[in-house]
Nanobody, 121 residues
Framework: QVQLVESGGGLVQAGGSLRLSCTVS????????MGWFRQVPGKDREFVAR????????DYADSVKGRFTISRDNAKNTVYLQMNSLKSEDTGVYYC??????????????WGQGTQVTVSS
């Protein structure tokens, strides 16, 4: 019923930029917390960014603060993650998240299927 579909991932050189999009159906993003998590093999899914209902409050993991920006377009029911100054450590599968949560992946109500981001050196 609820679908979150990510796009925009790919292979990028270190120092480059990518913009991830999460298009949502069956869920009104303006009535939900939205965010992004990422995961690499052998590690837990980790928090990356979160945005409040009206975009007044954003939260970022320390590792991406100052480089990544989360935003939403309620009219398009779409969430974005602008990633600048990418590092090899940013490599992973990025998941769009929605519902009511703070920083724990276990509290996320809705997940996208994930999109691969690979940063080469």
């Amino acid at each position: 019923q609820v679908q979150l579909v990510e796009s925009g991932g790919g292979l990028v050189q270190a120092g480059g930029s990518l913009r991830l999009s999460c298009t949502v159906s069956g869920l009104t993003i303006s009535r939900n917390i939205m965010g992004w998590f990422r995961q690499v093999p052998g590690k837990d899914r980790e928090f990356v960014a979160r945005i409040s209902l009206f975009g007044a409050t954003t939260d970022y993991a320390d590792s991406v603060k100052g480089r990544f920006t989360i935003s939403r377009d309620n009219a398009k029911n779409t969430v974005y993650l602008q990633m600048n100054s990418l590092k090899s450590e940013d490599t992973g599968v990025y998941y769009c998240a929605g519902g009511s949560f703070r920083y724990n992946s276990r509290d996320v109500d809705f997940w996208g299927q994930g999109t691969q981001v690979t940063v080469s050196s």
